[in-house]
């Protein structure tokens, strides 16, 4: 882990000062398309800035002299600020739940091209300005991570992109209009214009991928050894959100149960959407549950974990912020504090309840289930009294329109899906473990 | 003395296997994509709006070259690698530093991740246009169904270098199934499957022998794993494709505004 500072930025150097130039190109394409097309020349004239300014920062990162590479740098109060704030166990799920929250909310100002495009370049000249850092930079350009990079943007331009169209036909319908998607019902013919499209599509992509295999080399460790374990150990990408959910589900929950039925919710989302409309065209106000509950789901709890999963966890899957150095030694307090101690010792202040020496065994599974009795009681309550409560509340109209099946499927759904936040909140605020812990028979929850 | 194409296009070879003139005018446009099999998976027309790039994103078309590229490029490193702990990585390693073509190991790999990718915006795409409701409920089933299948593609694939990274992932992921409900050594209820005083569920017999084929990942694990990516997953994952495009053009064709 211990880079020579200097060598480091040397061999970032080549890579940060084209990254620049690209930058410099894209906002020069931008001002072009804007002046031309558009015929806005005030704002072609801010991105043509823009690109000088990109343009400007190149030769310093050419340079990789520590000095100039510290200009093109996050200040490191910054960075510290930074890695403190991180370091907050609920900042990272918080912050990027209201960030979420604020695109939603503000969707209308967000789906502008030069509100999006503004964006996209402070996130990208944030990363320049990041990758300087040593830490930072080990962790995105590890060649299995640069997918997700590469997920991170894509997943932004497509929630842009489909937002976009969903504000725009939202309006319309507004007025009485219809979706853009309908105006043109003209049908045209496969051969040419849908197979030369497809054709396009797989040079580009050919060319794409073998780009990508010449700059990027597949990873390939040491030779596998099953008694040098690496800390940390960690999952292919793709299930470090259900890794991350480890911290606060035992395996059979987190790693078996609520991977089943995040598959099941997916197969049951088509019977149980009973909502006719927005068949076919981007729409938000038409299906504000739907869309809602799937962000909720999609972004925040798998993707966002992913993200957390891979460049945030460090060894003994502890938080590192992203610009902190992986330290194998760091330790965390782990004071957590089951629902059962909670209600006896702390709140009753007496001993849990145990079996008598020389109990039998229904006696003692009688011991477990009394002294478990708090959490168990919760649990039940949970399940079996929120979709009762939901269809008389909030969901009144749902329930009556949906059936009890279908409900039910819903609301059960839904109630194990809000299990993981929940039990983060839990863990945040009140250092809770397990609402019920039977170690003698696996089953913690 | 003619053209060079037109004697070809007017050779009993080239009239044997293409069945009509070249698809310069309406009728020939038509009659090719019925004639062709590679084409005929496709519509002779297509609402115009349905097709154009910033509705559908063209995800699904990717994800389904991509698996394309995968299988090409997988069948060539077939030829090469060899699933034993004597040779698997040493056939890696000889495929990064001397073999000829050894970047189709990769273009395997980040084919493979971009195809985890582009099936998850490909399903992003048909949520946000709703285009999984009627009557394409049991389409997007399927297509969940495939989404497993590229997870578990990816996931057995990621075993075979036979490096760190490789055991110690696999290692990680297949240690949730021994936590399985019932079917796991470690999981809950577990305990209860005895038969006369014997567990019927022990660290060789639970959900993670079966998919290992061994109490850790080992010689039996690569074995398993090799003949789950190389064929029992790509058979599987072949006939929900043809399932999934059956199903889109019998339900009404690809996603447009209803």
Not at chain 1, 31 to 52: G, P
Not at chain 2, 166 to 195: C, D, K, Q, Y
Not at chain 2, 242 to 247: D, K
């Amino acid at each position: 882990m211990h880079v020579n500072e200097a060598e480091f930025l040397q061999g970032i150097s080549g890579f940060l000062g084209s990254y620049y130039v690209t930058l410099a190109v894209l906002n020069g394409i931008a001002a072009l398309y804007v002046w031309e097309r558009l015929e806005k020349s005030r704002l072609a004239l801010v991105w043509l800035a823009l690109a000088v300014f990109f343009l400007a920062l190149s030769p310093l990162a050419f340079s990789g002299d520590s000095r100039m590479m510290g200009i093109i740098s996050v200040p490191g109060s910054i960075r510290n600020l930074v890695n403190v704030v991180m370091g907050i166990p609920w900042a990272y799920s918080t912050g990027t739940l209201v960030f979420l929250s604020l695109l939603y909310f503000f969707r209308k100002f967000f789906v502008k091209p030069v509100v999006a495009w503004s964006g996209l370049n402070a996130a990208l000249l944030l990363m320049g300005l990041s990758i300087t850092n040593p830490s930072f930079a080990t962790i995105v350009t590890k060649p299995d991570n640069v997918p997700i990079v590469g997920l991170v943007f894509l997943l932004g331009f497509f929630t842009w992109l489909g937002a976009n169209k969903a504000v725009t036909n939202d309006q319309r319908m507004k007025q009485g209009l219809e979706p853009t998607e309908k105006m043109n019902s003209e049908k045209i013919l496969v051969w040419p214009d849908l197979v030369y499209t497809e054709l396009i599509c797989m040079i580009a992509l050919t060319a794409l991928l073998l780009v990508w295999g010449i700059l990027l080399q597949a990873p390939l460790e040491e030779p596998a050894s099953s008694v040098k374990t690496p800390n940390p150990s960690k999952a292919p990408w793709y299930f470090l959100g259900l890794q991350e959910m480890l911290v606060y589900y035992d395996p059979w929950m987190a790693g078996v149960v609520l991977p089943s039925l995040i598959i099941f919710g997916l197969m049951a989302i088509p019977f149980i959407d009973f909502n006719k409309q927005g068949n076919g065209y981007y729409t938000i106000e038409q299906r504000k549950f739907a869309y809602l509950t799937f962000q909720f789901g999609f972004l925040v709890l798998w993707v966002t974990l992913i993200v957390l999963g891979t460049f945030l966890r460090g060894p003994n899957w502890n938080f590192f912020g992203p610009y902190e150095i992986w330290d194998p030694h760091k330790v965390e307090a782990l004071n957590n504090i089951d629902l059962s101690e909670y209600f006896w010792v702390i709140g009753l202040e007496r001993a849990l309840p145990s079996a008598p020496a020389g109990a039998g065994a229904i006696e003692q599974i009688g011991y477990i289930i009394l002294r478990e009795l708090p959490g168990i009681l919760l649990l039940a309550g949970y399940l079996l009294v929120m979709p009762p409560l939901m269809a008389m509340t909030v969901f009144r109209k749902f329930f009556f329109r949906m059936g009890f099946l279908r409900f039910m499927l819903l609301a059960n759904l839904l109630l194990f899906m809000m299990l993981l936040p929940i039990k983060m909140v839990l863990r945040w605020t009140v250092n809770l473990k397990y609402i019920i812990h039977i170690d003698e028979y696996f089953l913690n929850f | 003395m003619p053209p060079l194409g037109e004697v070809i296009r007017n050779s009993q070879i080239w009239k044997s296997i293409f069945r009509h003139p070249m698809p310069t005018d309406r009728r020939n446009r038509i009659v090719v994509m019925l004639t062709n099999f590679f084409l005929h998976l496709h519509p002779v027309s297509v609402k115009k709006q349905g097709i154009a790039l910033s509705f559908t994103w063209c995800m699904g078309g990717v994800t389904f070259f991509l698996f394309l590229v995968e299988t090409i490029t997988g069948v060539l490193l077939m030829f090469y690698y060899r699933p034993t702990i004597e040779w698997a990585y040493n056939d890696i390693l000889a495929l990064r530093d001397v073999m000829s073509l050894g970047i189709m190991r990769e273009i395997h790999r980040w084919g493979a991740h971009a195809m985890v990718i582009t099936v998850w915006l490909h399903m992003y795409r048909v949520f946000l246009t709703g285009s999984y409701k009627p009557p394409r409920e049991f389409n997007w089933v399927v297509g969940v169904i495939l989404l497993l299948l590229t997870l578990l593609l990816s996931f057995t694939g990621y075993l075979l270098p036979w490096d760190q990274l490789a055991i110690w992932a696999i290692t990680v992921g297949s240690n949730m199934a021994r936590a399985t409900p019932f079917l796991g050594h470690e999981g809950p209820g577990a305990a209860i499957l005895t038969v006369g005083g014997i567990d019927m569920i022990t660290d060789a017999s639970d959900a993670r022998f079966g998919l290992l084929g061994a109490r850790f990942v080992g010689e039996e694990t690569l074995n398993r794993f090799y003949v789950l990516h190389c064929i029992a997953l790509p058979l599987a994952a072949a006939l929900l494709l043809a399932i999934h495009f059956w199903r889109v053009r019998k339900d009404g064709g690809i996603s447009a505004a209803m």
